[in-house]
Each structure stands twice: as structure tokens, then as C-alpha cells.
């Protein structure tokens, strides 16, 4: 299979896998070249303001209407959606988990989806969830597409390669990739099983942060994201179409393969993006910046600064502050912050928080380094030193993260995590000095 893909973010791409199959200077001429049919995808309302207004066209064998059954329901059991009050009997608490095991059964992408959190309602569109994916097989004549929201897919282990009507993508773990609402694709598995997080967006579209004072570049430069060109398949044969829609699974029919736009034009589109070209910023003198330098991409919410959900990255990078306390500080924080590690160590805690493990800090629930870390950190010397073979993330959301009755039932979730604190000693003796015996 060959495809290639193309720079940018958000631009008004244009690509067309036939020669002259994609109409120029129009949208809907009389007979498209080649008999395709013409079909919008609106991926905001036609009257969005043109800074958020997104939509493409494309030019297909059939168009999506074409499906041989009615609507029937599908069982997805794992696949939860906000709202979600709790259906468990877990208390509150700082939470973090083991890998979820790559199941034995045949399990593909879809089947493989298990949602941890879910935050604000799906709804009105607003807020998220956070599920894992665990997946052994290829999905070969079944396709899906998710009306309730865009995905975020953060791959731990394994390739995955996300054939879509908009074109093909492959990404590997130390990369990411944007799957649009309403785009159908399916999934096959590069080379052996896969693992990876995944954040399921009711709201609005993740966007590029703002820069403000820092300029022009750094951070995530749009060129680096990777919008693939059209590719299609001519296939006749039976297939399935399962559509997750206000919570609910269902399946149709095709008599044809969905995967079938021979060239597409417009802004709404998928991409991929390579996490090892975020140009990290941070402060070179003193001090622990807040995390929000590392927002690779960000799902505003109405209100200014405050996000929907912001995805930020803990990448390798220089640690250089003077007279400084260089880890993540103790806090409570009004966001909800759920972490997963790609690879390495995360610079707050010194074990148990392992490649493919989550962690759950939910609103205004204390969390920072862990004792050893708090330990090490106050007495290191501070020296430049480089941070290597780390990729933590973090999916940060306004809303309080609701746990599943799957994660809180999981047998990988850790019972003694908050032991990890529990040797954070007294150091106050009434001196300056304080007790650093
Ligand atoms: O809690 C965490 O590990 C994430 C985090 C990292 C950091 O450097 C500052 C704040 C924060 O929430
Ligand atoms: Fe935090």
C-alpha cells in the first residue's frame, strides 16, 4: 500500500489519487470526472466563523447514503460515554494503573476500545473521555465512524495504520494522530498487537495554542503535521459500517467498501504529527513553569484559557534552573489531569508509573513527586542536566474526570499508590535551616 502525506495545519489541502478527478473552480459540476459523486462533510456549522469554519468535499465511487441495511444496534460494552456518574463503588483518591494486558481473543481496534474517564456530556458536546485501546487484529470488511467527537490516538506499542475515507495513516509510538468526527475508517496493525490511549473529544476541534510572547516558532510548528493524500480502494464486496452516536453503537451494511473518495478538497481532514519535532520552551534561568508550555494542541471550550482539553507532552529536554526545585511542584489544580507514559521514566516518580500505565490526578485532588524523587530533587546538584527517554502526556480537562466502572474495577490499578507519599517527611524544626538529616 502506498500513500504519502502532505505539511500543514488547517490549511485548504487539495488532493486527488486519479488525474483530473477533482474538480477545479467548483464544488458540484453537473458529472464529476470519472461519475464520482460529489459529498460535503461539514465539520462545523455552515455558518462558523471563517477562523473555525471547516469543511471538505469529496468526490466518491458511492456516496455515504449508500448503505443496502437500516440501522441496528451493536454492542460495545467497554465504550462508555459522559455522562457517567460513577457506576462503582471506588472512593475518591489519587489513582494510577499497570498496563491493561493485550487480550488473548480476537480483538480489533473498535472491539479493543476501554474507556477509563469520562467528563462533561456527550450530549451538548462538551468534554471528553479517556479510554485505552488494546488490539491483536486487523479490521478487514468492518468500518466505523464516530459522530460524537474527534480522537486523539496516542499509539504505546506497536503501529497502527488508520485507513480512512480521507486517505491512509500510519503512526508508530512517538507519534499521534486526529481522526475528525464523522470520518470512517478502519484499522489494521502495522506489525503485531497494539496498545495506546486514546481521547475522544465531544467539543470543539483541537487547535494549535497561541504562542503570545514566544513568537512565531517553537512549540508545535504546523508544518510538522501530516494530512494524508486521497487514496482509495475499489472494493465490491459486503461490509459493515458501526457508528457510535450519542453514546449508543450501531451497525449497517454496505455492498461496497466505504473507503472509496478518489479526491477531496477542504480543511476538514485527518492528520498525523511526529512528537519528537515539539520544540520545547521553558524557563533558563529558575523556576518550574507550569505545564501548559508543553500544549502540543488544545480543545478551547467557550471560555478564554480554559480549555476543553488541552494535550500537553513531558518530552526529552534540558534541565538547567538555578536554585530550583526542578520536578513537577506539590499542587491541586481546578483541571483534571489524566497521564500515560509512551516510553521511559516521568521526571515525578521514580517507579511504579511504567510505559502504557495510567494516572488519574482528578480536580483539586494533591499530587507531585513522589518521595524518592522529592529526595533526590532537593539535594541534586544542579548542574545542566538532560532529560532522555521520556514521553509522558497528559489529557488535562476543566471538567472533573468521572472513573468507569471499568477502571475502577481493573486488577492493574495499583491500591497502594498514595504510599508513594508517604515518606515525604517533617523538615520543619522551627530553624531556617529546616531538618535535611
Ligand atoms: O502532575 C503532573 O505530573 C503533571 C504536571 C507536570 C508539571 O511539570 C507541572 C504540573 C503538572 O500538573
Ligand atoms: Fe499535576
Redesign the pocket.
Known sequence: MSFSYMPGFGNDFETESLPGALPQGRNSPQRPAYGLYAEQLSGSPFTAPRGTNERSWLYRIRPSVRHTARFAAFAQPHWKSAPNNGDHELALGQLRWDPVPIPNVETDFVAGIRTMTTAGDVFTQVGMAAHVFVANTDMVDDHFFNADGELLVVPQEGGVRFVTEMGVIEVTPGEICVLPRGLVFKVELVDGPVRGYLCENYGAKFTLPDRGPIGANCLANPRDFKTPAAWFEEKETPCRLIVKWCGAFHVTEIGHSPLDVVAWHGNYAPYKYDLSTYSPVGAILFD?P??SIFTVLTAPSGEEGTANIDF?I?PPRWLVAEDTFR???Y?R?IMS?F?GLIHGQ?D?KEEGFVPGGM?L?NMMLA??PDATGFEKASRAELKPQKLDNTM?F?F?TRFPQMLTRYAAELDTRQDNYIDCWSDLKKRFNGTPEGDWS
Open positions: 518550574h507550569d505545564p500537553v513531558f520536578p513537577p511542584w499542587h489544580n489531569e497521564m516521568y515525578a494516572s490526578h499530587h507531585g509522558a497528559m488535562e
